[in-house]
């Protein structure tokens, strides 16, 4: 199995500017998370779809951040405008069953660098 | 305070050594997992627990619920286990969330 891949692996953007972060699930998981880590604050959980229903986005910094989960196979993290210190690497990752009490097989991130 | 605090933060070790990564947290919980973030910042599921242990070839981990405090544990250690080994716990009350500790920096030397 190709495992959650996560497009781009790279992004620099400018201050202002709209970004767009994607993800491909394992096959047959039913449980999609989105996590930001950074420096200072280390690993957050952002977001998480069970179903391509999102559950709970309390981690969900600002209304500037968005996220769907169209179907089984995809999701996306938006950004807009995106601010500097949205940099940060952003990974997804996806388990079968059970939600949080369950291993979760994570992508290889994103490093997102806002100028 | 933090909700999930480890110890220690860095750690050196030699080849063989045994080594002990702590997690303790000061809420209710429901789960607890280990992951591992390697040099290179892949993260790995290393282990989920609800009680008691689980071992997987050279990794133990531990959870004692009634103290809040998980241990990881590595046998023979090797260079390649050099990694940040990161505590989550989910939270038995409120948002259904992932707390996590800030990690440790485990390097072992050849």
């Known amino acids: 199995d190709a495992g959650v891949i996560q497009s781009p692996r790279h992004e620099v953007t400018e201050m202002g500017q709209e970004v767009t972060l994607r993800c491909k699930p394992i096959?047959?998981?039913?449980?999609l998370f989105w996590y930001r880590q950074t420096m200072m604050r280390g690993l957050e959980l952002l977001i998480y779809f069970n179903n391509n229903v999102p559950i709970d986005d309390s981690g969900m910094p600002e209304d500037r951040f968005s996220a769907k989960m169209p179907n089984a196979s995809f999701s996306t993290l938006k950004i807009q405008p995106s601010e500097p210190r949205d940099s940060a690497v952003y990974f997804c990752?996806?388990?079968?069953?059970?939600?949080?009490?369950?291993?979760?097989?994570f992508g290889p991130g994103t490093r997102l660098t806002v100028l | 305070k933090n909700e999930v605090e480890q110890s220690p933060q860095n750690l050196t070790a030699q080849e063989g050594e045994f080594i002990t990564i702590n997690c303790s947290y000061s809420?209710?919980?429901?789960?607890l997992h280990w992951l591992q973030q390697h040099p290179g910042g892949g993260i790995v599921s290393l282990f989920m627990l609800s009680s008691g242990k689980k071992k997987h070839g050279r990794l133990i981990a531990t959870i004692n619920i009634q103290e809040k405090h998980s241990s990881l544990h590595i046998t023979a250690s090797h260079p390649r286990d050099s990694a940040v080994y990161i505590c989550a716990v989910a939270l038995i009350q409120g948002a259904q969330k992932l707390v996590f500790g800030q990690g440790t920096r485990l390097t072992i030397n050849p």
């Open positions: 096959s047959g998981h039913d449980y």
């Open positions: 990752a996806s388990s079968l069953g059970r939600g949080l009490y369950n291993e979760q097989f």
């Open positions: 809420v209710g919980i429901s789960a």
